[in-house]
């Protein structure tokens, strides 16, 4: 007789369906485990000995071969662990097996198991549990740990265990319901709204008005930004306040979230974990200047996500741009045009959604600040022009908003600081409804979650609705900044989402006249110091 469990496993942010099929036969013991297991799955007959004889259950006598079908996929990892063990007690109780077909035939079982019969936590539930429901399945058998990430999926019956002999007694009961936590409709049921934020969003920023335009407007149309500017202005407190800034994720998002980060190793996972579902905030995610290429963007042997997929729907902040390498910041390219990562190993190529807002800081100049026209130091010009030309004309593309930065003076720390507190707080309630505002005209517009800075050419040539006064101010600033048509495009994207913010219907010439602010004057060219009204 051949047992028949089902299990699965995780391939990029979505699941693979594997089927478990033990033979035992008589003859001389021989263990066979086919299938392209690597050396985790191939590893886990001790363990599973060792389980079964801890469970007061003995290993099968004779000939067994185990597979792990479709043959032609590679597993890895230790998800199959307790469904082989499912697989071998069946083989040695036939009749229970038989008696409870129907019913497994509908089960999944993942989970790895421990010398002892203790069930441990494995990578991917979340992603595994989404296409078992896909596939039409009513159940999934997982290790305790995992049940409140498992209830995230409505519609499946989920079956928490501690030990392999809670699996054996709940087979032998008939897979009975009563000992199950059903996920049914839990999570629909629950109308919590996320927490409002306790503080303003510009909380302790003082001045700097024309680089929290730029944040209001990077968030409500997904821009990315580089913010250049001298140590201590307020960049990296500019970039945490974006999150804040930002709608809430839908359940959709949240999913996504979840998926991501269910992928990473359980001692890398964060809070992003099982009950906080509905107060769960977006990533912001920080990496080090010393990031390589695989930690950004994921890699390793198991093709783990990266920095800008953990990121995903969330924040990627990049603090001193300049110091990361030249690779790396090439290699990011991609991922900030096209949102997606796709990472090709040797035996799989997986797929990473990497749909964050990007937002970069970087100093002027070595010495932090910008050079002084007025003392002409040529020098001090051609060091600061020099470190600069470390992002490259692609790479600086990409950014569709470009904050130019100067110190806050000491007066103004001094004495406006109450007042510019005290304006923010009565403000913030209408300054995060006019963002959330911006937002649903363009879901309304594109009739899907799509923002601004993700629509394509031929996109823009039918959505966004212009003016007739625009046109000739956009060849003018063609050819005045040198501007190619990718940053004419993005020029456009920014000036729609401001059109949004202000709630018009069309892009006019004050919309664009604005978005133009936002492009690079001072970087890759002779400094010349300006003032800047805020």
Not at 80 to 94: C, M, N, Q, R
Not at 366 to 382: H, I, K, T
């Amino acid at each position: 007789m051949i047992v028949q469990i089902w299990s699965a496993t995780p391939t990029g942010v979505r699941g693979t369906l594997i089927q478990v099929e033990v033979h035992a036969t008589g003859g001389l013991p021989r263990f066979y485990l086919v299938g392209l297991p690597d050396r985790t799955v191939n590893e886990s007959r001790e363990r599973i000995e060792s389980a079964l004889k801890s469970s007061a259950t003995q290993f099968p006598r004779g000939r067994i071969i185990v597979n792990l079908a479709p043959a032609d996929v590679h597993k890895e990892g230790s998800t199959f662990d307790l469904p082989i063990a499912v697989g071998l007690y069946g083989a040695s109780h036939k009749d229970m097996i038989q008696r409870i077909a129907p019913l497994l035939s509908k089960t999944a079982f993942i989970g790895e198991l421990g010398l002892s019969g203790e069930c441990r936590s494995v990578r991917g539930v979340l992603p595994i549990c989404l296409e078992l429901k896909r596939q039409g399945f009513t159940r999934i058998v997982l290790p305790i740990h995992h049940v409140a990430e498992a209830t995230l999926v409505n519609g499946l019956e989920i079956v928490g265990i501690s030990t392999l002999r809670e699996v054996f007694d709940w087979l032998h009961r008939g897979c009975p319901k009563g000992t199950s936590h059903d996920s049914g409709d839990d999570n629909s049921s629950k109308t919590r709204s996320p927490n409002k934020i306790k503080s303003p969003p510009f909380d302790g920023i003082v001045g700097q008005s024309f680089a929290k335009r730029a944040m209001v407007i990077a968030a409500a149309g997904h821009h990315h930004t580089l913010m250049v500017g001298p140590p201590g202005c307020g960049k990296t407190m500019l970039a945490r306040s974006v999150r804040h800034l930002m709608p809430p994720m839908n359940e959709e998002e949240r999913l996504d979230v979840l998926s991501i980060h269910s992928m990473v190793d359980a001692s890398k996972r964060n809070h992003l974990q099982g009950g906080d579902f509905h107060q769960l905030k977006r990533p912001f995610r920080a990496p080090h200047t010393s990031a390589t290429v695989a930690s950004l963007l994921g890699g390793g042997p198991k093709a783990t996500p990266g920095e800008c997929s953990l990121a995903h729907h969330g924040v990627l902040f990049l603090d001193e741009l300049a110091e990361f390498t030249r690779n790396v910041l090439e290699a990011l390219r991609q991922p900030i045009e096209d949102r997606v990562i796709t990472l090709t190993r040797q035996k799989r190529t997986v797929e990473y959604p990497a749909n964050a807002l990007v937002i970069a800081a970087m100093n002027p100049s070595p010495d932090g600040s910008w050079p002084d026209s007025l003392l002409q130091d040529e020098a001090q010009q051609r060091r600061a022009i020099r470190y600069q030309e470390k992002i490259s004309g692609p790479l600086r593309d990409r950014f569709d908003l470009f904050v130019e930065m100067d110190r806050v003076d000491v007066a103004s720390i001094t004495e406006s600081n109450a007042e510019n507190k005290q304006d923010l707080m009565n403000d913030e309630d209408s300054l995060l409804d006019q963002i959330q505002e911006a937002r649903n005209r363009q879901t309304h517009r594109y009739g899907c979650t799509l923002t601004n800075s993700a629509l394509t050419a031929a996109q823009i040539k039918t959505s966004i609705k212009k003016h007739p006064s625009v046109e000739p101010l956009l060849s003018q600033a063609a050819t005045s900044f040198g501007l190619s048509m990718r940053a004419v495009h993005r020029l456009l994207k920014v000036a729609q989402t401001i059109a949004d913010l202000d709630g018009s219907d069309f892009v006019t010439t004050h919309h664009v006249a604005e978005a133009l602010m936002f492009r690079p004057k001072r970087m890759n060219s002779t400094p010349v110091r300006e003032t800047r009204m805020n």
